[in-house]
């Protein structure tokens, strides 16, 4: 697609200019925002430890509130953000700078994989730049800068333009791509796979209603690779809800639901940054 380096040097620009100074200070700040960047951070460097270490079975067994088990699961695993996060901290061995390629490059991605997807629908590089901007910069993004477990959705358009192409051309590269890309959604946080699958699946019947077109058995094959990626890491929050009893009454879900002006919400503040990293250790 000749489009993609105009696109891709215009979402770069508009990451830098719009998170702006972060860009000057990859390597030693962070967006401020009373601890929530700490604690991802940690996540992070726990995700990355426990890889590289190979402590699968432990994975959720991290080292806080201790006795209690899979503790881990009190928040986002965030794993799939360490197909950005690894090789930065490989290469530098500085967290706040893997931390930071994670944040700005969750932006990047966004606005790339949502302009392809509109590219592909539309066919026009700029009603797809439009669409692309708008996803990866609305702003209610900078009012969550410091829960990027909300930023990393550039699976999202890359699962509905490997499904599109999957049900144009039915080959099992596609459909392989969309599974991949929906678990991965998930593994970033399950708030968005969940949405994420509602959608997809909201998809997919309206393309078969609206082609009269049956699905075909090796459809089956992303069902069992999206189950077989997921379920495990699901696993430790379902046994982590009964351990501790965890319950949501009606009240909260009102209190934390979303209204109609969501999108158009402004941060609180522009983005901040605090002077001192945090703790490597994890």
């Not at 967006?31 to 699968?56: C, F």
Request: hydrophobic fraction near 50%; glycine fraction near 8%.
């Amino acid at each position: 697609m000749k489009s993609a380096a105009p696109a891709c040097l215009f979402f770069l620009l508009a990451t830098f200019v719009l998170t702006w100074p972060l860009g000057l200070h990859t390597t030693d700040q962070v967006t401020a925002d009373g601890g929530d960047t700490r604690l991802n951070l940690w996540i992070h460097m726990w995700g990355y430890n426990a890889v590289k270490e190979g402590r699968a079975r432990g994975f959720f067994d991290a080292n806080i509130f201790y006795p209690a088990p899979k503790t881990l699961a009190l928040s986002e695993h965030e794993l799939s953000n360490q197909v950005l996060f690894a090789p930065a901290y490989a290469l530098t061995g500085n967290p706040v700078f893997s931390y930071n390629v994670v944040l700005l490059g969750s932006l990047f991605l966004s606005g790339l994989a949502a302009f392809a997807l509109a590219h592909r629908f539309t066919g026009q590089f700029g009603p797809a730049l439009i669409a692309g901007f708008v996803f990866a910069f609305v702003p209610v993004r900078f009012a969550h800068l410091g829960h990027i477990q909300l930023l990393t959705v550039f699976w999202s358009p890359l699962a509905f333009l490997f499904l599109d192409r999957y049900l144009e051309k039915r080959t099992w590269t596609s459909l392989t791509l969309f599974s991949v890309s929906a678990a991965m959604q998930a593994w970033a946080s399950f708030y968005s796979g969940y949405f994420l699958i509602l959608i997809l699946g909201f998809y997919y019947i309206l393309f078969h209603l609206g082609n009269r077109t049956r699905p075909v058995w090796r459809d089956v094959w992303a069902v069992v690779v999206i189950l077989l990626l997921v379920v495990p890491l699901a696993y430790p929050y379902m046994f982590l809800k009964s351990y501790f009893g965890f319950e949501r009454d009606l009240g909260e879900v009102q209190l934390f639901s979303a209204d109609a002006g969501i999108a158009a919400a402004q941060p609180d503040d522009d983005v901040g940054c605090f002077a001192e990293p945090p703790d490597r250790r994890a």
